[in-house]
């Protein structure tokens, strides 16, 4: 099959897009997809979901990362490093990105920087799946996420904010299209669910009653193996595989493959 390029964006902070991102690369991957994973945010997140701390910071400050891919014309080929685990690369990112915003206007069609970079990877053949970590903003950078992917999954937190400025998402996402005219929304995804609370019913009631937008059928519970595995540095499903989270992100894989192939 032909590679398919998936960014996790939400313009709201904490809505587990990081979490979300490596988690199902970790579910592709047992299903043997290969699963390049992009860093794009300057909180190294998605980095240090498969490095040590120790590690992230030495990639953060090389010149192979996502903030020379885009400042620097760095090859993305030399940018990816290896994990652990069969079948999952990483493009780390850099603390530097909390300043590429300003370095992108300067640059020649900005909003395509990434795109030229990851096409060459991506017409290769060398994975089945890209998956693209954006940071919780709407400017330049996750532009050039948007403009490079073929979809976009929504994390969204279950709660009362939760819901709050995805209109805007929409309507950025929208914007991009006159861009990247494929681009198209593959679905919302509830995460931080504590069932205990009517306000879960409430939200998907909610994205439920959108015109268009799906909703994956997979929700995502709190569960404390999700920060243990955080802090050993790697996804639940490889730290805990038994576990609710495990499981339940593993059936967000099974429908993205369903929904992509």
Same mark, same amino acid.
């Given at each position: 099959?032909?590679?398919?390029?998936?960014?996790?964006?939400?313009n709201?902070?904490?809505?587990?897009?990081?979490?979300?991102?490596?988690?199902?690369?970790?579910?592709?991957?047992?299903?043997?997809?290969?699963?390049?994973c992009?860093?794009?945010?300057?909180?190294?997140?998605?980095t !240090?979901?498969?490095?040590?701390?120790?590690?992230?910071?030495?990639?953060?400050?090389?010149?192979?990362?996502?903030?020379?891919?885009?400042?620097?014309?760095?090859?993305?080929?030399?940018?990816?490093?290896?994990?652990?685990?069969?079948?999952?690369?990483? !493009?780390?990112?850099?603390?530097?990105?909390?300043?590429?915003?300003?370095? !992108?206007?300067?640059?020649?069609?900005?909003?395509?920087?990434l795109?030229?970079?990851?096409?060459?990877?991506?017409?290769s053949?060398?994975?089945?799946?890209?998956?693209?970590?954006?940071?919780?903003?709407?400017?330049?950078?996750?532009?050039?996420?948007?403009?490079?992917?073929?979809?976009?999954?929504?994390?969204?937190?279950?709660?009362?904010?939760?819901?709050?400025?995805?209109?805007?998402?929409?309507?950025?996402?929208?914007?991009?299209?006159?861009?990247?005219?494929?681009?198209?929304? !593959?679905?919302?995804?509830?995460?931080?669910?504590?069932?205990?609370?009517?306000?879960?019913?409430?939200?998907?009631?909610?994205?439920?009653?959108?015109?268009?937008?799906?909703?994956?059928?997979?929700?995502?519970?709190?569960?404390?193996?999700?920060?243990?595995?955080?802090?050993?540095?790697?996804?639940?499903?490889?730290?805990?595989?038994?576990?609710r989270?495990?499981?339940?992100?593993?059936?967000?894989?099974?429908?993205?493959?369903?929904?992509?192939?």
């Amino acid at each position: 099959m032909s590679t398919k390029v998936i960014a996790f964006a939400n313009n709201k902070g904490g809505s587990g897009k990081s979490t979300s991102c490596s988690c199902i690369a970790a579910a592709l991957s047992k299903q043997n997809k290969r699963v390049l994973c992009i860093d794009g945010d300057m909180q190294l997140n998605l980095t !240090l979901s498969f490095f040590s701390e120790e590690a992230a910071f030495e990639f953060a400050k090389s010149d192979f990362n996502t903030y020379t891919l885009l400042t620097r014309d760095a090859k993305a080929e030399n940018c990816i490093r290896k994990t652990e685990y069969e079948n999952i690369d990483v !493009l780390p990112s850099s603390t530097l990105m909390s300043g590429v915003e300003y370095e !992108l206007f300067t640059k020649w069609q900005r909003e395509s920087i990434l795109k030229r970079a990851v096409d060459g990877i991506k017409e290769s053949g060398s994975y089945d799946y890209i998956l693209l970590d954006a940071p919780p903003t709407l400017g330049c950078l996750v532009m050039n996420m948007l403009v490079c992917a073929d979809y976009v999954i929504v994390p969204l937190e279950a709660s009362p904010w939760g819901l709050f400025g995805l209109a805007n998402m929409f309507d950025f996402i929208n914007s991009v299209k006159s861009i990247n005219p494929e681009l198209s929304v !593959l679905g919302v995804l509830v995460t931080k669910v504590d069932t205990r609370k009517n306000y879960f019913k409430q939200t998907l009631s909610d994205l439920k009653a959108l015109d268009n937008v799906h909703v994956f059928g997979e929700v995502i519970r709190l569960d404390s193996s999700i920060e243990w595995a955080q802090d050993n540095s790697k996804p639940v499903i490889f730290y805990r595989p038994s576990s609710r989270a495990s499981k339940e992100f593993e059936a967000v894989a099974q429908e993205i493959i369903s929904l992509t192939e």
